[in-house]
């Protein structure tokens, strides 16, 4: 398949999967092949993250369901100081909480532990089947034999930006694999599988998965949607320098007098281009985010990165409606 543009600002690469205009035009002649998939996956990520901001929990904070959660994670029961201890970690109200479920014969305690009656079973599974038949939608556009690709994608992405903060002797985040290698979070299936269906668990799955891998994508990017960084992009890419007139308007009145001042610009003539100075800032920049980039992107593939950055442009629009 050649490469096709779009009207919505996405186009297609070879292989049929979405990437976005603006930033391969933007920041792809100062990257390799390998590292641009990489910054085009964690852009999207990112954009996703922002779309996904407007779309509320399945529950909200409070609601005494989420005892239920806690519960089914740990096989179905778990002690009452247990059961006490997470329930501070998140500030909650431990006893209101068992209270309200015991009331909705959700929760039982025997002695010192507290287990999920059937009921409260039933319940939950409700509650899955709801998030599902949300979550199921958004993906949608996302073929179904690449739900594990961007299900294992964002759980390495989750872990390598978790690893610099473990402890010694942590072994970090628990993970499985399925009968393709492709890692999923156990503590996730528990929770959803007994409800759902292989379409609607995988959905799911990878839902969840994108979720986790979306916060901090952005943290070591540059703020493209900021007029100057986008101009001092473009110069980075024109030693020659770019006319004078390419920077009025558009958000950069006095970029060009300010960058001047400070040492950045130099101006000859109507030509405007990057001092020496700040050139190699740009590329030392570069180097360190390209550095950056593969540490957290380590042990996925440039393929597998590609079938997650199409996923969330895909994502991103279903939620968009």
């Not at 209270?99 to 009921?119: I, K, Q």
Request: glycine fraction near 10%; proline fraction near 6%.
């Amino acid at each position: 398949m050649s490469e096709s543009r779009g009207a919505t600002g996405l186009a297609y690469d070879t292989d049929g999967l979405l990437y976005e205009l603006g930033v391969r035009d933007l920041v792809g002649p100062s990257l390799d092949a390998d590292n641009l998939v990489r910054y085009e996956t964690l852009v999207a990520l990112s954009f996703l993250k922002h779309t996904l901001d407007g779309v509320p929990p399945p529950l909200d904070r409070d609601d005494r369901r989420n005892m239920l959660f806690y519960l089914r994670r740990h096989r179905g029961s778990l002690s009452l100081d247990q059961l006490v201890a997470r329930l501070e970690e998140d500030d909650r109200d431990d006893l209101d909480w068992l209270a309200a479920n015991e009331r909705a014969d959700a929760v039982a305690r025997d002695g010192h532990t507290v287990r999920l009656t059937p009921a409260g079973d039933r319940e939950l599974d409700e509650v899955v089947r709801q998030l599902a038949g949300r979550v199921t939608p958004l993906l949608a556009g996302v073929e179904r034999d690449r739900l594990p690709i961007v299900r294992h994608t964002c759980l390495r992405l989750h872990a390598n930006r978790k690893a610099p903060y473990l402890q010694p002797g942590d072994p970090g985040p628990d993970r499985e694999a399925d009968d393709g290698g492709y890692e999923f979070d156990p503590v996730t299936r528990v929770l959803f599988a007994p409800a759902l269906d292989a379409p609607a668990l995988a959905a799911c799955e990878a839902f969840a998965a994108l979720r986790a891998a979306m916060f901090g994508a952005h943290d070591g990017l540059p703020k493209l949607g900021r007029p100057t960084v986008r101009a001092m992009f473009r110069l980075h890419q024109r030693p020659e320098g770019l006319p004078l007139t390419d920077f009025r308007g558009d958000g950069l009145d006095g970029f060009v007098e300010e960058g001047v001042q400070g040492g950045i610009l130099h101006v000859e003539g109507d030509v405007v281009r990057l001092s020496e100075q700040a050139a190699e800032n740009l590329d030392r920049g570069w180097r360190q985010r390209a550095e950056w980039m593969a540490s957290v992107t380590e042990g996925v593939s440039v393929s597998q990165l590609a079938v997650l950055r199409d996923a969330c442009w895909r994502v991103a629009a279903g939620a968009a409606g």
